[in-house]
Structures are given as C-alpha cells and as structure tokens.
C-alpha cells in the first residue's frame, strides 16, 4: 500500500517565498518597484539604547511639577533670525504633489499649536500652508519644481537639500498619476506624464561651489533667514564636515529609515545608513570642528516615540524631524472597516499599504484626486498632529526628568547604554554593564 | 573640495615675478580651500645630474642643521632652501636610495617632491598662513601651480594635501571627487606602485606616472584616465617646460583658463586672475570637457 | 546714470545699493573683479550695466530688471530668472539660465555646458555655439542657439523647444529634430528680435523637441532610461 507523501517544506533564507515571487513579478513587469515609505527591513535603531534613569546616584525630578525646558533655538550662526521653536521636534519636508493641500495644511496647523515647524517640499510652496504654518522651511531641491524668490523671502529658514535617506544620490522616476493640474501647474510639467527627477543640483556640485550658491541665498534674503543643508545619510562624518565649511547654519541628516512617496524599492532598501549611525557620526563631525551647538543638527529618519527623540538628543542631536510618522498620524495605514474596500484595491490591507506613488491613498493624504481628499478634514487631522506632537513631547520630558535633567537638551550619551553589540559598535556607547565597546 | 590656480609664463623676462602674482590668486581661492594649501613651483633648476629632494618634516622648528649634517656623513649634498616645514635639498641620488635612508634614519620625514627643478610646498592652515610661511611672494621661476583644499574624504593632513608629485619633475592638483579610486590603487600597487596616503588625487597622480612610464606621452596618459577613472575631476598637471589642464566629460568643476602671449593663468573662478597685468587683453575660455591643453616653453 | 566703484564695497554692500533705486534708474557698476553674485534678487525694473568679467549666479532670481554684463558670465548667469532680461556681451560659464521661469537671456558669444539646464519657461538666445548636455530637463520654454551644440542636446527634454542655427555633436535621450512651422518663424523672429539679432535668418534654424518615449514608462519597448 503507498503512503501519502509528507509535504516537505525546507526554509530557504536565500530564496524565501518573497523572493521568489519578487523575481516572478520582475519577469513580468520589466522595470523596478517604485513604492512609498522608508526602509522595512530590520536594522539597528534606537530600540537597541536604554535609559540608566535616576537610581542611588542620580536624582530624577517630579514629572510635571519640576520644569523640564523644550525651547530650542537654531540657525544664528551667520547672524539671520534664528527658529524659535518650543519643542525640538519639527515635520519634515514633503512635497505638496505627494500629499494634497488638506494634508499639508493640516501639518502647518498641528505644528503651529505646538510652536514648531513645517517644511515645503518637492514642489514648492502653497498658501495654504504658509498660512496655517506659524514657522515654514522652504526646500531648494536638484529639481527647483515651483522654486522663485517670491516664496524664499515669505520662509523663515531655507533647506537646500542635496539628498534624502530614502534615497541618497538618487534621482529616477514617478509615475504620472499623480502629475494633477494643480501639481503640473506649480512645477511646470504636462498633466499625467512621468515625473523623471534629477539627482544634482542644476547649477553646482560640491561644497567648494555650495559656499557660493549659499552666499547667493543670503543675498537674495538679505541674510535674514537660517541656511539649512539636507542630505541623506551615507558619509556623514565627512559630509557634516563639508556643510560646515560652505556655510550652513542648520544641517539635517536623514538616516536610511527615511521615508518618500515615491522611489524605487531597491533605493529604499539598499541605500544609506542606519539613522542610529548618522547621528553618532555628523556629532562626532561637529565635534571635531568645534561647531557643535553652533551649526545645529537635525537628524530624521524612522522617528516613532518620544523615546527615539529622547535618544536623538541625548547622542547629540538638537533638533528631530518627522515625515513618515506624522502621515500615520493623520490616518496613513488606519484599520477603519470601511476603508477595507480601499486597501484592497492597491492589493494590500491596513498596516501594510506603502502605496503612496499610486494616488489612491485609503486614507486620503497622498493624492491630487479631490473626492478622495474629502476624507480628510485638515482640522481633526491637524488636530492629530498636534496630540502626536504632544505625546513625543510629554514622553521626552518625562525620560528626561527621570535622567535628572530639567532641559532636554541636557540629555548626554552618558545616559544611555546599548542592549546589543552592533548598537554598541555603531553609536560608540557601552554595552550594558560593561564600559565597554567595539572599537575602545 | 578645492580651488586650483596656476601661472605659466612663456617668457622669461617675467620670472622676477611669478610669486608676486601668484599669491593673489592663491588667497582668492581661500573660500573653496580653507584646510590647506600647497604650490609647486617651476623654473630654477639644479645642477645637471643632480635633483632637487622637497623633504618635510612634521614639527615646526625642527633642527635641519643637525639633519644636514647626518646626510652630508652619507652623500654630498647641498642645500637649496629651508622655509617652514621643508628642506629643499640637491644631490646626485635617486629616489628610492634616500627614500630607504629616510625610513632607516629619520621616519617622520617625508619627500613631497623630486625633479630637476620643481619644488613643492605643502602645508595646512589657510592659503594666507601658508603664502607668508613659505616666502611665496619672492618666488622665481616660470611656472607655479597651486591648490587649497576642502577635504572630502581623508583627513586635513599635509599628506593629503595637493600638488602630488609622482615621478620626476611631475605634479598634479586636482577639483573634484574620483569615484572608483580604491581599485585602482590597488592594481598600482600590485604593480609596485607606493602610496603615502589615502587620498583619491594621489591615485591618479600615480596612475599618470604609470602611464608614462609604460609609454604613453602627456596627451595619451591624460586620454587613458578619462576611461580608467569615474568621478569628477579638472586637473593641472606640471612637467618640466610644460604645463597641462584637462577636465572630465561631465565639466562640473570649473576652470577658467586667460591667455596671453606672455602668460597663461588658470583659475576655478575668474575673481582670481583679475589683477593680473593685461588681463582685459587676454583671450579668456573654459577648457571643454575632455580638452586636453598642453603649453610648452 | 549712477556709477557704482564695486572695489571698495562688499557684495551685500553692492547689492543693497542696487536694490534701493527707483524704479526706472540707470547704473553702471564698475571693477566687479569677477566677484559673485551681484545683482542677485532684484525686483524694480531698473536699467543695469556690469562693467567687467563676472563670477558666479549674476542676475540670478532676477525679476524686471534689465541687465547687461560687459564681459563674461561666471557660472548661473540668470538662473531661476522670473522675468526682465539679462544680456551676457562676451562668453557665459556653465548652467546660463538654468531653471528659468521667464524672461529673455541674450549671450552674444558662446556659453559653456548645461544652457538652459531645467528650463521651466524663460526664453534664450545664444548668438555663438552651446556646450554639451543644453537644454537638458528643460520644461518650458525656448532656446535658440545661432552656432553649433555639442553632445547630448535637448536630453530629457519635456516640453521646451530647442531651435539649432548649427550642427549639433548629437542628440540627446528623447530628443528628436521636427519640422518647423508657420508658428516656429514667428517664434524665432520675435527672439531674433528681442535679443536684437535681425541678421540671423529664421528659415536656417532647425526644430528640436521631445519625442515624448519617456513620457510614460513602457517595458515592452527600448527606452533610453
């Protein structure tokens, strides 16, 4: 009598079934992926850091009665009128393209009640959010989509940016879907075809050349507002080093978590460092200069809780900045029944979607397509950026005051120690119970 | 990051002052290099059979008395000048011979520079600091080549510094950034080339040398590292009686090149020639992207 | 006519002069020693020579002002212009005109790589030959080049028109030359005009535009990405 034969299934780490059904669909779709969001797979991060709080030897103070200091002032190096912010975290530059009207003009309005700032994006400034943003960056990107003098006297800082985590060194394509009118219009494209953006800037390379296109910008705004340089984390030891010389005031530094609305999935994945080694690495550079807390630092990329900002600042960092976090905020990825219908569409399901580039966002805050945008009301939106800003806010302060700190800003490596030995290794901060790391 | 400047003088009637130019033109380009600054210069040959060693040593007021006097026990030597952190020194030796001396005797030093008649002076600190430390403003001779720097990806160091010489008489300053520089140093290397730094410049500074050494004149060693190289780079190159710059096919770095029959003046940025005698006279162009200019005496 | 010295005063110094005159005023700035970014930002309509060699971003984000440079144009010249007109009487550097909006820029000579570099609307007019890569992503608006263009011209070209006194070295990814029409000679007249050309003739110029293959990606077919 013949046996039924046992199924036999043997993991295969290198040929996983995701592997596998990626290389099917490369077979029949001809091209990369372009999809939305930061880098999902595993990498060391702050979760791998922990707190050494008030014990025996060091005092905590009482939460919400002993003040513990949020105020952050940045971007005075060079004389302009430094950004008063009442809290350390500001929102990251995303283009209005990627998100919609409502969408930005909910971020300008959560930030605003927080006191902190919003950044332009991929294609320019609208009124709406320089409206409703009491503090508006405004990006000079390779592409200059919508860039004119007008808007850059109206910001109150200007952030040349040179890359981005998602994706540094990358220029590449998105798709048409999302070129509406109103987005064609402001960056002077045909509706519907294929966005191609360049990876360098059209008019310099470099910083030797950067020092001249910054003096440019301080000329065109009577060396009123604060010079940002963004890029996105790769050799950021020796890239904080080259802003500094050309002149920035404020530098921002956007580790591999990073997120965009649109790029190729091998970028995403494959490109930059972790933002755990960015921030270790653009200190270590400032240091090194004796500029650090003279040129500020940013740093962004995979920023959730307010235990990531409290780490971010205690490694160094003056300032974080949210992308990615914020949308989820307003509703990205939210498991609502009746959005079901809609995740499905995109062949995904709520907690999964990074179908950003498609412009049929579920949740209604990266599309250009009107009746879709009605779900999103930029007043309760708004108002879920300004709770999730005030969470990360009590969460910092309250890591904060249990380290004894009655400033944030008096956060310091000392407080923190690594639960793994790559953590240890990359942020040059000892293993717990040891005085230890790779490399002392 | 950087800014490369250059004077060639056609004739020698204006040898007297190469210098007295030069230095303006070095200090316009402090902003695009405030780390470090060196020069190569051109035009006062040693004797016939001899070579002029620009040998440097790492402390400021180090006793070269007492290192003179240890080499003269070993060879006839004599020397040329000592100004700041350098010895220029003259001998009929080669190379390699006070090369494996120096490592035996005196490991700190280093030689920057061999010829018949160049000299090269690098040293960190702003191109002013540096043109008042090494008396650049009382140089002679007809050819200088200077360079201040940004570092990109090595450290500030005098080893990192440009002009880098590689075989007699041969300098190189380079703006730009090489891309694939570490492989190609490793195969100069298998093929018993030496290095002293880590720098992408001293990459192709050598791999010129290794050009000329397997034949290739100025021109087709310039050609070559056009397909060898990824990066960005504008280049001026000297030679004895001669002087070249060339740019990659991308030209992002600039060049600024003012000829006139006297001279020719190279600049990253014109603001650096304009005070230089006749220059509403002179015929002032942009090398195109892989344009190779040769100027000879 | 106002005289500016540019050799004692910073370029701020400079530049805030220039920016406090009336609208309607003439002025001359001397020895700008080919310094950067001068005329930087301007917004009155105001009539302004630079008497000299010119560095870096000359005219940039300019608007209504008219500007000529005596000499040649650094890197940038006019770049992100809005409107009013730059004139370049010798030769202009990399990236003339790159990313601008509107308005005319004139050089009489050559210019050197990436003319019109992102060109979102501006008009240009090169009387000389242009360098590799013009006109590269430019989005909007026309550029006319009275002698020859080097490599890779008009590549990524999304909605500007290119018209080719010359030969071009070669053509650019999704560049194609087209016929011209009725509508192109009147196009080519008026900037012949504007920038005071009138000896060039319109019927000598080629068309170049997109092919528009890169307009929307297509696996099945053999596009130069």
Aim: net charge negative; aromatic share 6%; proline share 4%.
């Amino acid at each position: 009598m013949t046996q039924k034969k046992p199924i036999v299934k043997e993991q295969n780490h290198n040929y996983p079934p995701e592997m596998i059904a990626w290389i099917q669909h490369a077979a029949e779709l001809g091209r990369y992926d372009i999809r939305g969001m930061g880098a999902k797979r595993k990498i060391p991060d702050f979760n791998d850091l922990t707190f050494l709080t008030a014990s025996m030897s060091r005092y905590p103070l009482e939460g919400y009665r002993e003040k513990c200091v949020t105020q952050t002032v940045i971007g005075g190096r060079h004389g302009a009128k430094p950004i008063e912010l009442d809290i350390p975290i500001t929102i990251a530059g995303m283009s209005f393209g990627s998100l919609n009207a409502q969408a930005k003009d909910a971020l300008g309005r959560g930030a605003s009640q927080m006191g902190t700032s919003t950044t332009t994006g991929d294609g320019g400034m609208t009124p709406e959010e320089r409206k409703s943003s009491k503090i508006l960056v405004y990006q000079c990107l390779p592409s200059r989509y919508g860039f004119n003098p007008d808007d850059a006297r109206k910001a109150d800082a200007i952030e040349i940016v040179i890359g981005q985590g998602a994706k540094p060194g990358g220029g590449g394509i998105l798709l048409g879907q999302k070129i509406s009118p109103r987005v064609a219009g402001m960056r002077t494209l045909p509706e519907g075809i294929d966005q191609r953006s360049a990876c360098r800037h059209p008019d310099w390379t470099g910083p030797d050349d950067l020092v001249i296109k910054i003096e440019e910008l301080r000329e065109l705004t009577l060396g009123k507002v604060p010079i940002y340089v963004k890029i996105g984390a790769t050799r950021a030891y020796h890239d904080v080093k080259l802003c500094c010389h050309a002149g920035a005031d404020v530098i921002v530094v956007d580790g591999m978590q990073g997120g965009t609305a649109a790029t190729q999935d091998c970028y995403i994945e494959h490109t930059g460092i972790p933002t755990l080694a960015a921030v270790r690495m653009a200190v270590e550079a400032l240091q090194d200069l004796g500029l650090y807390r003279k040129v500020h630092l940013i740093i962004s990329g995979g920023i959730r809780t307010g235990a990531d900002v409290a780490k971010a600042l205690a490694m160094g960092a003056d300032v974080v900045s949210i992308g990615q976090a914020m949308l989820i905020a307003m509703g990205c990825n939210m498991d609502l029944p009746e959005w079901e219908e809609d995740y499905h569409k995109l062949g995904t399901a709520a907690g999964y979607c990074h179908h950003c580039q498609t412009g049929l966002c579920p949740a209604g805050i990266t599309t250009q397509d009107p009746e879709i945008s009605k779900k999103l009301d930029p007043d309760k939106a708004g108002r879920k950026v300004r709770n999730y800003l005030k969470t990360l806010t009590l969460e910092l302060q309250t890591l904060a005051r249990a380290c004894g700190k009655s400033n944030v800003h008096h956060l310091e490596k000392e407080d923190l120690a690594a639960l793994t030995m790559e953590a240890a290794a990359i942020a040059k901060i000892p293993l717990v119970g040891t005085d230890w790391y790779p490399g002392k | 990051m950087c800014g490369i400047v250059s004077l060639f003088f056609k004739e020698d009637s204006l040898n007297k002052k190469l210098g007295e130019h030069f230095v303006p033109m070095l200090i316009a380009m402090t902003e695009r290099g405030p780390d470090s600054s060196g020069i190569a210069v051109y035009g006062n040959p040693c004797e016939k059979g001899e070579y002029k060693f620009s040998i440097f040593h790492p402390d400021e007021n180090y006793d070269w008395d007492q290192f003179e006097n240890k080499i003269s026990d070993e060879w006839k030597v004599s020397r040329v000048k000592q100004l700041g952190r350098y010895l220029i020194l003259s001998a009929a030796l080669q190379k390699k011979e006070l090369d494996m001396w120096l490592k035996e005797n005196f490991p700190s030093m280093v030689i920057m520079g061999v010829g018949n008649e160049m000299e090269i002076y690098k040293d960190t600190g702003s191109p002013a600091r540096v043109a008042e430390k090494y008396d650049l403003s009382q140089t002679k001779g007809y050819l200088m080549i200077g360079h201040t720097r940004m570092a990109t990806e090595s450290a500030v160091n005098v080893e990192g510094s440009h002009p880098y010489s590689s075989g007699l008489d041969l300098c190189l300053v380079h703006n730009g950034s090489y891309a694939n520089h570490n492989s190609i140093r490793q195969m100069l290397e298998d093929d018993g080339m030496e290095f002293d730094s880590w720098n992408d410049t001293e990459v192709a500074a050598k791999y010129l040398e290794w050009r000329l050494i397997k034949g290739d004149d100025l021109n087709d060693a310039l050609k070559n590292m056009t397909n060898d190289f990824s990066g960005f780079f504008t280049l001026a190159i000297g030679l004895k009686n001669q002087f070249a710059v060339m740019r990659d096919p991308f030209a992002c770095k600039p060049m600024v090149i003012a000829e006139t029959k006297k001279y020719v003046a190279v600049a990253s940025e014109f603001r650096a020639l304009a005070h230089l005698p006749e220059i509403s006279e002179a015929d002032i162009f942009e090398p195109q992207p892989e344009e190779i200019h040769i100027w000879s005496k | 006519m106002v005289q500016i010295d540019c050799s004692p005063l910073t370029t701020s110094e400079i530049n805030k002069k220039l920016r406090e005159l009336p609208e309607g005023s003439e002025v001359e700035l001397l020895n700008p020693a080919g310094r950067h970014n001068l005329a930087v930002g301007l917004e009155k309509k105001i009539d302004l020579t630079i008497n000299g060699h010119g560095g870096y971003y000359y005219g940039g984000m300019n608007k209504n002002a008219e500007i000529t440079i005596n000499g040649n144009a650094g890197p940038g010249v006019a770049e992100n212009m809005m409107s009013g007109r730059v004139r370049v009487k010798g030769h202009a550097s990399t990236s003339a005109g790159a990313s601008g909006h509107g308005g005319l820029l004139v050089i009489e000579k050559d210019t050197s790589l990436r003319c019109g570099i992102s060109l979102k609307g501006s008009d240009i007019v090169v009387r000389g030959c242009v360098g590799n890569m013009c006109a590269f992503m430019a989005q909007a608006g026309n550029i006319l080049i009275g002698g020859d263009a080097g490599q890779a011209l008009g590549d990524s070209l999304y909605e500007a028109v290119i018209y080719l006194g010359g030969k071009y070295k070669s053509l650019g990814a999704d560049a194609k030359e087209d016929s011209m029409t009725d509508e192109d000679i009147t196009i080519i007249k008026d900037m012949l005009s504007r920038a005071g050309f009138n000896d060039l003739k319109p019927e000598n110029f080629k068309k170049i535009i997109s092919a528009k293959t890169l307009y929307h990606f297509d696996s099945e077919k053999k596009q130069d990405y």
